[in-house]
C-alpha cells in the first residue's frame, strides 16, 4: 500500500527566508506526486505535481518542489516567504496500480506553515 | 467559470441519522471524488464517481454511499451517523479531456451530536 509522511506538524519560517516543507512517500512504481495547500475554512487548493521529467518541479505562488528518488522524498521548497503563504500543506500520491482511471490520492497529515512577520 | 462548489456549507446531526451531501463538479469536469478530513488529518479517499458509476472506493464502510447524476454532480449519503463521521467532507473533479490535477471544492462541515 502507498503513503505520505510529513514528518514535521508545524514549520516557522521568518518572513523573506526560503522555505521547506518535507514529504517523504512510499509507492509500488513509479510515483504521481501532488502538493496542496489549504487555507482556514478553504478547500485544498492544486499547488504542483511531479509526473515524470525533471526532478524540480515549478507551481503556482512561487512555490517548487525537488524529487528525489533515491530518498523518496517530495520537498516542497520557496525561495522568499511571505506572510501570506502561512496554511496548511499537504503532499500526496496518486494510487495508480488500481489503475488508469483511478484518481485516488493518499494524502500526508498535513504540515502548519506559519510565516512569521 | 464557478469551480466546485459543495453544498451545505455547514451541517448538524445527531447519532443515527441519516445525510446527504451535494457536490457539483467545475465545468468540463466528469470524474468526481470524495474525501473525508478529520479534524488535525489529512483528507482520506471516500470513492470516485465516472460516468454514473462507482468507480474506486477506499475503505470506508457500506453506511457511506454515493451517486452521480447525468449533469455529473454528485452526492454523498451516510446513514447510521456516528460521532466519528464528524469532519470536513470535501469533493474532487476532475477535467474529462485528461490530466492528473484534481480541483477541490471548500467542503462541507458535518457535526454529529
Known amino acids: 500500500a502507498q503513503s505520505v509522511a510529513q514528518p514535521e506538524d508545524q514549520v516557522n519560517v521568518a518572513e523573506g527566508n526560503p522555505l521547506t516543507v518535507k514529504c517523504t512517500y512510499s509507492?509500488?512504481?513509479?510515483?504521481?506526486l501532488f502538493w496542496y495547500v489549504q487555507y482556514p475554512n478553504r478547500g485544498l487548493q492544486f499547488l504542483l505535481k511531479?509526473?515524470?521529467?525533471?526532478?524540480l518541479v515549478k507551481g503556482s505562488y512561487g512555490f517548487e518542489a525537488e524529487f528525489n528518488k533515491s530518498q523518496t522524498s517530495f520537498h516542497l521548497k520557496k525561495p522568499s516567504a511571505l506572510v501570506s503563504d502561512s496554511a496548511l500543506y499537504f503532499c500526496?500520491?496518486?494510487?495508480?496500480?488500481?489503475?488508469?482511471?483511478?484518481?485516488?490520492?493518499?494524502f500526508g497529515k498535513g504540515t502548519k506553515l506559519s510565516v512569521i512577520p | 467559470d464557478a469551480g466546485v462548489t459543495q453544498s451545505p456549507t455547514h451541517l448538524i446531526k445527531t447519532r443515527g441519522q441519516q445525510v446527504t451531501l451535494r457536490c457539483s463538479p467545475k465545468s468540463g469536469h466528469d470524474t468526481v471524488s470524495w474525501y473525508q478530513q478529520a479534524l488535525g488529518q489529512g483528507p482520506q479517499f471516500i470513492f470516485q464517481y465516472y460516468e454514473e458509476e462507482e468507480r474506486q472506493r477506499g475503505n470506508f464502510p457500506d453506511r457511506f454511499s454515493g451517486h452521480q447524476f447525468p449533469n455529473y454532480s454528485s452526492e454523498l449519503n451516510v446513514n447510521a451517523l456516528l460521532l466519528g463521521d464528524s469532519a470536513l467532507y470535501l469533493c474532487?473533479?476532475?477535467?474529462?479531456?485528461?490530466?492528473?490535477?484534481?480541483?477541490f471544492g471548500p467542503g462541507t462541515r458535518l457535526t454529529v451530536l
Open positions: 500526496a500520491v496518486r494510487d495508480i496500480t488500481a489503475g488508469a482511471g483511478s484518481y485516488q490520492l493518499t
Open positions: 509507492v509500488s512504481g513509479n510515483p504521481y
Open positions: 511531479y509526473i515524470t521529467g525533471d526532478n
Open positions: 474532487a473533479s476532475r477535467p474529462s479531456g485528461g490530466g492528473d490535477e484534481q480541483f
